[in-house]
C-alpha cells in the first residue's frame, strides 16, 4: 500500500473513531453508589447490582447517590412506584450539584389515593434559582410495571423523557436572555423516598396512611452516557408533536403561568 493511501485509510479510521456514538455505561448498585446513611436499613439491593429497593416507613425514607458526578449526560432508570394508597409519599429521580449555588434536575412522583393518577413534578435548578415547575398528572399507573425515565442534559437543552418519549424541553438562555443555565457544575444521580405529606397531595390535605407502609420504589438498570462537548439531543416533529400533546392533555401546573412574566422571559420565546 502507497503513503498517500495508508494515509487515507488513517484519516478515515480516525473520522469514523470521532463519529462513535457515545457509549452507554450500566452503574452497578453494589459498587458504584453510595447509600444515604440516614435510611440505609430501608435499602435492598439485588446480588447482580442491577437493581436496588428503597422503602419507606413511619421511622425513615431512603435513599442513594452516585459516586461520580457527571456534566452533560443523558442519564436513564427504570422504575415501578409503590401500589395502592401512596398519599404523601414522594419518590425521586434527580441530578444535584453541591451549594448553595447548586444546580439541580428534577423527576419527583407524588403519591396519591387509591384510584386517582399519580402526579409528576419537574423541576430545574440554576445557580440555586428554581422556579422551572411544570407537572403533570400520569396517564399510566407507574406501580403496574418499570418505566423508563431520562434526563438528558445538553449544553443547548435539558430534556425529560418517559418511555423514551419527551414531555418536556427546556432551553440554554445563558446569552440571549441573560439567564442561568447549568453549564459549569457535575452533578452526581440521587434517587429516594420519603414523606413529604405536608404538601405534596392535594397541597397536604391526604396525609399518608401508615398502615399501607412499607411504600417500596424498585429501581433497575440506570444507565449513564456521557456526552462529548457541543453534542445535542435534536427533536423530531414527532417529539414537538408529541410534547403539545402531553401538555394539552396531562400537565396541571406550568410555572409560565405562575409568575411575573419578568422572572419567566423564556416562556415568550419559541421553544423550538
Not at 434527580?94 to 451549594?99: Q, R, V
Request: hydrophobic share 35%.
Amino acid at each position: 500500500m502507497s503513503l498517500s493511501s495508508s494515509l487515507r485509510v488513517a484519516a478515515a479510521l480516525l473520522f469514523i473513531c470521532n463519529c462513535l456514538v457515545a457509549v452507554s455505561i450500566a452503574t452497578d448498585f453494589v459498587k458504584d453508589v453510595d447509600i444515604d446513611e440516614w435510611g440505609k436499613e430501608h435499602v435492598k439491593v439485588s446480588e447482580d447490582g442491577a437493581s436496588l429497593s428503597l422503602s419507606l416507613d413511619k421511622d425513615s425514607g431512603s435513599g442513594f447517590q452516585t459516586k461520580e458526578e457527571y456534566l452533560f449526560s443523558r442519564f436513564d432508570v427504570e422504575l415501578k412506584l409503590s401500589p395502592g394508597y401512596s398519599a404523601g409519599v414522594v419518590t425521586t429521580f434527580y441530578l444535584s450539584s453541591l451549594g448553595t449555588k447548586h444546580d439541580e434536575i428534577d423527576f419527583e412522583f407524588l403519591g396519591n389515593v387509591t384510584g386517582e393518577p399519580i402526579t409528576l413534578h419537574t423541576n430545574i435548578y440554576s445557580q440555586g434559582e428554581g422556579r422551572k415547575e411544570k407537572t403533570y398528572n400520569l396517564w399510566y399507573d407507574p406501580s403496574e410495571e418499570y418505566h423508563l425515565y431520562s434526563v438528558v442534559w445538553t449544553p443547548k437543552r435539558i430534556v425529560f423523557m418517559v418511555d423514551d418519549k419527551p414531555i418536556r424541553v427546556h432551553n440554554n438562555h445563558e446569552k440571549d436572555l441573560n439567564l442561568p443555565y447549568p453549564t459549569k457544575q457535575p452533578m452526581r444521580v440521587y434517587a429516594s423516598i420519603w414523606n413529604g405529606d405536608d404538601w405534596a397531595t392535594k397541597g397536604g390535605s391526604v396525609k399518608i396512611n401508615w398502615q399501607y407502609a412499607p411504600y417500596v420504589a424498585h429501581y433497575r438498570n440506570l444507565n449513564i452516557t456521557e456526552y462529548e462537548q457541543g453534542e445535542d439531543h435534536p427533536l423530531t416533529q414527532e417529539d414537538k408533536d408529541y410534547i403539545e400533546m402531553v401538555e394539552e392533555e396531562h400537565m396541571i401546573y406550568n410555572y409560565c403561568d405562575a409568575y411575573e412574566k419578568e422572572l419567566v422571559r423564556e416562556c415568550d420565546v419559541p421553544i423550538y
